[in-house]
């Protein structure tokens, strides 16, 4: 099986290629790929899959896709399924034109969140139309003993985004190293939990459990979460979010959010797995 790998900020991912709709990717398979000793290793798994060969997924996602040529397919290490991944779409944008699959700058990508709007910038960065950050309430979870407060918020998948007091020391001692515990009454469907702090005038200092693959050192989707909650209802703002593997940038105004970042294909090749 053909594969390539990417990063974005270090959230990387497997792509498969499957224009055809012909893999039939078990979570298994997708955990056995991302397994960072048996397998090549990574956050998820990115399927490149025509929206008009999406067979087995709910109308929905391909109706949500519609007009885009192409759909990404995310899953999570374990092999969960999710909606939306802010970082993934934007090495599955890189993947698409480096394949001349799609041409740039501008085109849009199918996901289960609905169409997103990609632009490949000039200096190489790509930025994606995240559509709205919509915060839903407060929200709460446990994290390593201690009890963490913050604004649930959708992003097309769930996140919890935590501001916490003390600044990017405080961010950095956070322990991720097991799940945050959720209330199923309040996340149904689980969460996406950040740390974050304003560490400096428009800049954010962050940090994510995700949902499906445990402390990740970047999340897309997580980054607008975490830039939407640092903003006041009803404004607009600009911020700068560092994440342990590098930066990004949100940009949110009454259309909704924007996300510009890198993206990298690394490695091209041929898989034995699963
Ligand atoms: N890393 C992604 C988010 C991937 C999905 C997430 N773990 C979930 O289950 O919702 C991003 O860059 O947004």
Redesign the pocket.
């Known amino acids: 099986m053909r594969f390539a790998k990417g990063h ?1 900020t270090e ?1 990387d991912f497997v792509i498969l290629p499957d224009p055809d709709g012909r893999l039939d990717l078990a979570p298994s398979a997708v955990a056995a790929l991302c397994d960072r000793r048996a397998g090549i290793g990574a ?2 798994v990115l399927r490149v899959v025509r929206t008009a060969a999406l067979g087995g997924e709910p109308a929905g996602a391909a109706a949500s896709a519609a007009g885009c040529e192409w759909f990404m397919d ?1 899953r ?1 290490a374990d092999g ?1 399924v ?7 779409v934007r090495v599955f944008a890189r993947y698409l034109v480096e394949q001349g699959l799609a041409k740039a700058p501008a085109f849009s990508v199918g996901t289960r969140a609905g169409a997103r709007g990609i632009v490949v910038e000039d200096d190489g960065d790509i930025t994606v139309d995240m559509g709205a950050a919509r915060v839903l309430g407060e929200g709460a979870a446990r994290l390593a003993g201690g009890d963490v407060r913050g604004l649930r918020i959708s ?1 097309g ?2 996140h919890l985004a935590c501001r916490v007091d003390g600044g990017s020391a405080a961010v950095a001692a956070m322990d991720l190293t097991a799940a945050p515990e959720l209330d199923p009454a309040e996340f149904p469907e ?1 969460a ?1 939990v950040e740390v974050f702090a304003e560490v400096a005038p428009g800049t954010l200092q962050m940090r994510v459990y ?4 445990a402390e ?1 050192r ?5 980054i607008v979460a975490a830039a939407a909650a640092a903003t006041p209802p009803g404004e607009g703002a600009t911020w700068l979010v560092r994440v342990p593997g590098g930066e990004c940038t949100v940009f949110l105004d009454s259309q909704g959010a924007r996300l510009r970042g890198p993206a990298v294909i690394v490695a091209e090749g041929e898989t034995r797995l699963p």
């Open positions: 974005g959230n956050d998820g995310y999570n969960s999710a909606e939306m991944c802010g970082n993934g992003v998948n769930p689980g996406n995700e949902r499906g693959s990740t970047s999340c897309g989707t997580g």
